[in-house]
């Protein structure tokens, strides 16, 4: 079955960085893209981007430009987000999720929290 | 960027009785190529992940019951939960994935009145 395993919770200072690990299995991973979304703490689902596992070619929406790097390692079927000179505001539940057909399958998020 | 605008934004509804959740977006999803509109909705109860429920605006995730229904075309649509049922308490989402960036509305937390 599809499974995405994210890595756990962190807590960073700010303008530390920090790369969330989204590590998936029961599908070959090269044939489908992978989104990330970011939700606030009580807030609602914001789409970053994603990345084309075949290709390695990432689209960033606005807002999610400059700081945020999707990257792969495909020999182990798994996507990393990376996010740099981190903020407060920067704190929040990252979730990977596989497009197919929108977002068929969800990892279990990893909270990031920013605080000094 | 294509806006979507769900309402209400809460509802509260009694056991049993018929909950419907709207979803409006600024420019139509509608694909001539397909004939398909590129609107999917999510349910997400707290401290998950949200789940897909409904693809093609329309077309139920397998597994998921049949009282949740999708119905709308264009830029206008409706998830109906026909009889709801307490485990039916979550945020409801809907996504248009047509146009980069795939928006997501605001949310509608559905309770039980």
């Known amino acids: 079955q599809v499974q995405l395993v994210q890595s756990g919770s962190e807590l960073k200072k700010p303008g530390a960085s920090v790369k969330v690990s989204c590590k998936a299995s029961?599908?070959?991973?090269?044939?489908?893209?992978m989104n990330w979304v970011r939700q606030a703490p009580g807030q609602g689902l914001e789409w970053m981007g994603w990345i084309n596992a075949n290709t390695g070619n990432p689209t960033y929406a606005q807002g999610f430009t400059g700081r945020f790097v999707f990257s792969l390692d495909t020999s182990v079927s798994t996507a990393y987000l990376q996010i740099s000179s981190l903020r407060t505001d920067d704190t929040a539940v990252y979730y990977c999720a596989r497009e197919g057909v929108g977002l068929d399958y969800w990892g279990q998020g990893t909270l990031v929290t920013v605080s000094s | 960027d294509i806006v979507m605008t769900q309402s209400p934004d809460s509802l509260a509804v009694s056991l049993g009785e018929r909950a419907t959740i709207n979803c409006k977006s600024s420019q139509s999803i509608l694909y001539s190529s397909n004939n398909k509109d590129y609107l999917v909705w999510y349910q997400q109860k707290p401290g998950q992940p949200p789940k897909r429920l409904i693809y093609?605006?329309?077309t139920r995730e397998s597994g998921v019951p049949d009282r949740f229904s999708g119905s709308g075309s264009g830029t206008n649509f409706t998830l109906t939960i026909s009889s709801l049922q307490a485990e039916d308490v979550a945020v409801y989402y809907c996504?248009?994935?047509?146009?980069?960036?795939?928006?997501f509305g605001q949310g509608t937390k559905l309770e039980i009145k």
């Open positions: 996504q248009q994935y047509c146009y980069f960036p795939h928006t």
């Open positions: 093609w605006a329309s």
């Open positions: 029961g599908y070959m991973f090269t044939k489908y893209v």
